[in-house]
């Protein structure tokens, strides 16, 4: 099982570099959003949750004998920090936003699956606990992003056809 292990390091150290990056980019939304209330309030809830998430990841590493890798951490919140930017240089950053967040936690959800899978083939019940809750969760705020990607479209369109801030 050593490949098994070293696989599921692997996994795990990307996770904690991908909750890193999510959490990033969570935080630069979450300053900029002026008009959306319902919007800026889930973002700021999920936030909280995926700064846990990075936390109970990085118990698993130090556990695992697998620390998070500094190189990767810094690359993600660098990758989060440019989508960021770019962000505020489009016309509609609140529909951008919403999508890629609508992606981003389908990501996840597919990453924490493969880790559940992993954890179970190793007998790792802790693990697997762990991944079933972060999964839980991401699982609901795709769950959220799914259910107001119409209503937000229609309020930006609304908000930017009548001249009014909506970018954001």
């Not at 999920?46 to 556990?63: F, I, P, W, Y």
């Not at 930017?85 to 529909?95: A, K, S, Y």
Request: overall charge negative; charged content about 30%; glycine content about 6%.
């Amino acid at each position: 099982m050593t490949h098994a292990r070293d696989n599921f390091v692997a996994w795990l150290r990307n996770a904690h570099a991908m909750e890193e990056q999510a959490a990033t980019l969570l935080a630069a939304q979450v300053k900029r959003i002026e008009t959306y209330p319902d919007l800026k309030a889930r973002l700021s809830q999920h936030l909280e949750e995926t700064r846990v998430h990075a936390e109970l990841l990085k118990d698993l590493l130090d556990k695992s004998s697998g620390s998070a890798s500094p190189i990767r951490t810094a690359a993600a919140r660098l990758s989060a920090a440019t989508q960021g930017i770019t962000g505020m240089l489009t016309h509609d950053e609140v529909v951008k936003d919403l999508t890629s967040g609508y992606a981003f936690e389908h990501l996840e959800i597919g990453t924490y699956r493969v880790l559940i899978a992993a954890a179970d083939e190793l007998g790792d019940d802790e693990a697997r606990l762990v991944f079933e809750r972060i999964l839980g969760e991401e699982e609901k705020m795709a769950q959220w992003f799914g259910d107001h990607l119409d209503g937000l479209t229609r309020i930006f369109l609304m908000r930017d056809e009548r001249d009014l801030l909506a970018k954001r």
